[in-house]
């Protein structure tokens, strides 16, 4: 069993910065990936960045490119995702998900869901 608590989320206007994380605890050896993913009212979750643990490689939804972060504390087993230039349409539901896989083994295959199979709570992000 795997836990996540993410926190971070709040209101603030478009071209601020806010940084998520995710507190991950439990059954470590099960948490090779940790990612972010959004969703908005009315749309489908979105994968918005993904690192790959024991490699420390990261990936990013191209809307998010170098605007969006990721980062660990190892000593806290927590991952953070820094968030600047931030506009409304990154306006969503956080989440924190977990999986067991090291790498990709297709293209963007870090962004599909059924990838995943432990979720935190999420957390409101609100951007306006």
């Known amino acids: 069993e795997v836990q996540l608590v993410e926190s971070g989320g709040g209101s603030v206007p478009t071209g601020g910065s806010l940084r998520l994380a995710c507190e991950v605890s439990g059954v470590m050896w099960q948490v090779s990936c940790v990612a972010w993913f959004r969703q908005a009212p009315g749309k489908e979750r979105e994968g918005v960045a993904a690192l790959y643990t024991k490699s420390s490689v990261t990936h990013y939804y191209y809307p998010v490119k170098g605007r969006f972060s990721l980062s660990e504390d190892k000593t806290k087993n927590t991952v953070y995702l820094l968030m600047n230039s931030l506009n409304p349409d990154d306006t969503a539901m956080y989440y924190c998900?977990?999986?067991?896989?090291?790498?990709?083994?297709?293209?963007?295959?870090?962004?599909?869901?059924?990838?995943?199979?432990?979720w935190g709570q999420g957390t409101q992000v609100t951007v306006s």
């Open positions: 998900a977990v999986g067991p896989y090291e790498s990709d083994y297709y293209a963007d295959s870090w962004s599909s869901r059924t990838n995943y199979n432990y």
